[in-house]
């Protein structure tokens, strides 16, 4: 299996721009979760879906993120417009079950200037 | 709510010497506990969990944990640290009363010195 895979790895836009991340979860995994990890917040939560059904998304930061997924096997994160301090590691990360660990991807590194 | 503390930022031991990584958690149902370890610009990768059962449980790399639920702690230990063992370590929690929500403490660096 190829893992999760999050697309791009690395992403430098200019504030205001619209950036949209993307994540391919494990085949048969019904759990998906995105998070950002920064230095000063550690890793955050900011969305996770059952079933392509988003379950809990109090973790965005506010009305400029949003996620979607459409099917079981893709997912974005939409930030619009961007701004410097969006500047993260966003992570996908896909779940068989509740009992299970959650599989991560590499990363998608956005440095927004 | 469910959360989870990692009460050190830091630890540092010497090759050879046993290590300890400490988590504490709350959740209101039981908890699935978890062990990742992350290297520099890596994800986060498994080392071990604790679902139900005996209370130490046996995971990747020879390390292992301590559920203790009197005292809801989940301690990372190993007996006998290496230098390439250093890393971030992220303790987590699941419960199946939040549809399966993972909540991460912080984080530990661990450095092992030579």
């Known amino acids: 299996d190829a893992g999760v895979i999050q697309s791009p790895r690395h992403e430098v836009t200019e504030m205001g721009q619209e950036v949209t991340l993307r994540c391919k979860p494990i085949?048969?995994?019904?759990?998906l979760f995105w998070y950002r990890q920064t230095m000063m917040r550690g890793l955050e939560l900011l969305i996770y879906?059952?079933?392509?059904?988003?379950?809990?998304d109090s973790g965005m930061p506010e009305d400029r993120f949003s996620a979607k997924m459409p099917n079981a096997s893709f997912s974005t994160l939409k930030i619009q417009p961007s701004e410097p301090r969006d500047s993260a590691v966003y992570f996908c990360?896909?779940?068989?079950?509740?009992?299970?660990?959650?599989?991560f991807g590499e990363g998608s590194r956005l440095t927004v200037l | 709510a469910q959360s989870v503390a990692q009460p050190e930022d830091q630890v540092n031991v010497a090759e050879g010497n046993p290590l300890t990584v400490k988590c504490t958690y709350s959740?209101?149902?039981?908890?699935?506990l978890f062990w990742y370890v992350q290297y520099p610009n890596r994800g986060l990768q498994f080392l071990l969990k604790?679902?139900?059962?005996?209370?130490l449980v046996k995971g990747s790399y020879g390390f292992e944990a301590e559920f203790n639920k009197s005292q809801t702690s989940f301690h990372l230990k190993k007996p006998s640290a290496l230098v390439s063992d250093s890393a971030l370590y992220f303790c987590?929690?699941?419960?199946?009363?939040?549809?399966?929500?993972?909540?991460f403490g912080d984080g530990t660096t661990l450095t092992v010195k030579p």
């Open positions: 987590a929690v699941r419960d199946r009363t939040n549809a399966g929500k993972s909540t």
């Open positions: 990360a896909s779940s068989p079950d509740f009992t299970n660990q959650l599989f």
């Open positions: 879906f059952n079933n392509n059904v988003p379950i809990d």
């Open positions: 604790y679902i139900t059962g005996d209370n």
């Open positions: 959740v209101s149902g039981n908890p699935y």
């Open positions: 085949s048969g995994h019904n759990s």
